[in-house]
């Protein structure tokens, strides 16, 4: 194909800005590396074009989600599910749901900041249960990386020296609101722990960011920058190096290679004029997101990769994983028609409930935690889902306050706050039968073939799913309420959400030693091609419970870490 070829040749080109991109640029840049950012989105800057301080009702449609805004209308996301001209595909019995952004940052705009560390168990699973494989690496390998990450971006939580809880360098964490303290009381009752959150949220002033001032909308992306995202603890420092390039609205479609194999750089469309062009780099760092970086490395085919780059093992697109999810919400009696007072905080839960069965006999492999949700932050439309049906759960309270009138008020003064709910979760196997290649028979707008998805649950999510529903709804009654919906059955996969729903995908192009078994080293270089290396999700060997972008960051940091060792030393 013919391109419209930049003169200069970078050092390193970065295809994506989210978290794995944003990080590798931060480090290569300034480690003295001239690097170019491709990116398929736009430009986006929290302050400028986030919603933060809008108020709901300021808009006809009263911040309610729709297609185009699945987390609500200012939520500060430029993707979605399903984007305009950008198909996927499903074989048949499929259910994943692929979510993406498209926009500088990527998801790291409006993600929940929740930034666990993995523990030591979650880098050997297979050596505790004979299930999926082990990491080539351990927790101590990459517990350096995590240390400088806390240090850097900044995250609160308490040092409890939990079980496979790694603790961190943490900022004070913000005292539970009212609704989290009742959760701590009926979870004291089960024995089950309750952890203070841990959010990569500023508490407190670092690096020129300030601290959070509790306004609960980091979804819509930080005005105040206090939150991590990207664009504002990333990118900005590298830019100030003058290193890095950021090419916006850049759809990478394939890693260009020569004779030898090794990549020269990468081609993409420029989503403006639509024209193909290249930019030429020494170094190519993947961070597309898991999936796209498959697709990325399936589409660069040639002589010397003919089922795709690093894809020698034909593992790549296998052992995609998403966390397992399903949520439980009770109604409690003891927090209706409470006063109103401020009960503001972060965007975010301020408590944790880590994985509390280790000890217990259990049918299923692994484990979940639960996440918490309550309180009275800014509605938007439709919330509580009709108070009418909340308020037909009491049976001393006045009726008639369906759709309007004092009745309807009086309904929304009293209940609303009035619900807690917790959401599971859990670690998904790795499995080589789960996975994504690319469709023979579709492209997108672009004319880049696009994924197609092969993607089960199996027994053990099922099991480990009905544990959580079982746990979650004890917990309600624990705290003296009421749980608002009947335990799903097996054969509604006791509620278990469809894989890509909990949105952490990962696992795509996975590290290990065996070149036979892995297309990545222990430093997620392409065994195959050693100037291509991988810093999102992709690397993955397992997915532990633990939501996966806290070791993606640290992953990503080690790599870049790695990139500038090996140039140093003349190796690339
Ligand atoms: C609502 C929500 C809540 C979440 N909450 C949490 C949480 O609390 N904790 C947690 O750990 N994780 C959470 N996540 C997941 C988290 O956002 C991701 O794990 C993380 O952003 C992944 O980083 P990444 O760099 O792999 O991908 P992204 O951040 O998505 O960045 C990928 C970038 O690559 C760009 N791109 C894609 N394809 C191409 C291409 N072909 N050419 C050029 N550019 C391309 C995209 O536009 C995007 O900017 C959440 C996600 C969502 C959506
Ligand atoms: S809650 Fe804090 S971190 Fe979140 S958007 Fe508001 S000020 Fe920013």
């Known amino acids: 194909m013919r391109h419209i070829v930049n003169p200069d040749i970078y050092d390193v080109v970065i295809v994506g800005s989210g978290a794995g991109g944003g990080m590798a640029a931060y480090v290569l840049a300034q480690a003295g590396a001239k690097v170019a950012m491709l990116e398929a989105g736009p430009m986006w800057d929290a302050a400028a074009d986030g919603d933060m301080f809008t108020w709901n009702y300021t808009s006809r449609a009263r911040g309610a989600s729709s297609k185009e805004k699945p987390f609500g209308e200012f939520d500060g996301c430029i993707g979605g599910w399903e984007i305009e001209g950008e198909p996927y595909t499903r074989a048949e019995g499929t259910e994943w749901d692929w979510f993406r952004a498209r926009m500088l940052g990527g998801r790291t705009n409006h993600w929940g900041r929740i930034s666990l560390r993995f523990g030591p168990d979650d880098f050997r699973g297979y050596s505790l249960d004979g299930l999926g494989d082990d990491w080539p690496i351990g927790y101590e390998d990459l517990a350096p990386w995590y240390d400088k990450l806390d240090r850097l971006v900044g995250i609160f939580g308490n040092r409890d020296g939990f079980y496979n809880e790694p603790d961190g360098d943490f900022l004070p964490p913000p005292a539970p609101r009212l609704h989290e303290l009742l959760v701590m009381q009926g979870a004291a009752r089960l024995g089950i722990p309750v952890l203070a959150n841990r959010l990569s949220i500023l508490t407190k002033a670092r690096n020129g960011r300030v601290a959070c001032h509790f306004c609960g909308q980091c979804g819509r992306g930080c005005a105040t920058g206090s939150n991590f995202s990207s664009p504002t603890a990333l990118l900005p420092p590298a830019l100030d190096t003058g290193r890095l390039t950021i090419v916006d609205q850049a759809m990478a479609r394939e890693i260009l290679t020569d004779q030898e194999g090794l990549a020269t750089g990468v081609s993409y469309v420029n989503r403006n004029d639509m024209q193909e062009y290249a930019v030429r780099g020494r170094v190519v760092v993947l961070a597309a997101s898991a999936c796209e970086t498959a697709r990325l490395l399936l589409n660069s085919t040639s002589s010397r990769h003919p089922a795709g780059l690093a894809n020698a093992s034909g593992v790549v697109g296998r052992y995609l994983m998403d966390s397992t999810g399903a949520s439980v919400a009770g109604i409690f009696p003891q927090l209706v ?236």
């Open 337 to 572: 028609g409470r006063a109103a007072y401020n009960e503001d905080g972060v965007g975010g839960a301020h408590i944790y409930i880590p994985w509390f069965g280790q000890d217990a006999r259990r049918d299923f492999a692994r484990g979940y935690h639960l996440e918490v949700w309550g309180g009275r932050d800014q509605p938007s439309y439709g919330f509580m889902g009709g108070i009418h049906t909340i308020n037909n759960l009491f049976e001393d309270r006045p009726r008639g306050g369906g759709g309007y009138g004092m009745q309807l008020k009086q309904d929304y003064r009293d209940l609303y706050g009035s619900v807690v709910g917790f959401s599971a979760r859990g670690e998904m196997i790795a499995r080589y039968d789960n996975y994504c290649e690319i469709d023979p028979d579709a492209t997108d707008q672009y004319g880049i073939p696009v994924l197609r998805f092969h993607v089960r649950w199996s027994d053990e999510e099922y099991r480990q799913i009905k544990h959580a529903q079982e746990a979650s709804r004890q917990l309600v009654e624990a705290m003296g309420g009421e749980v608002l919906t009947p335990m799903p059955s097996e054969e509604e996969g006791y509620g278990i959400l469809a894989p890509g729903r909990i949105i952490h995908e990962v696992g795509t192009a996975r590290m290990g030693n065996d070149p036979a078994r892995a297309p990545l080293n222990a430093w997620c270089q392409a065994h195959d091609a050693r100037n291509v290396f991988v810093t999102d999700g992709a690397p993955f060997v397992s997915q532990a419970h633990k939501n996966a972008t806290w070791t993606i960051l640290a992953l990503a940091w080690r790599t870049a870490d790695r990139i500038v060792e090996l140039r140093n030393a003349g190796a690339l």
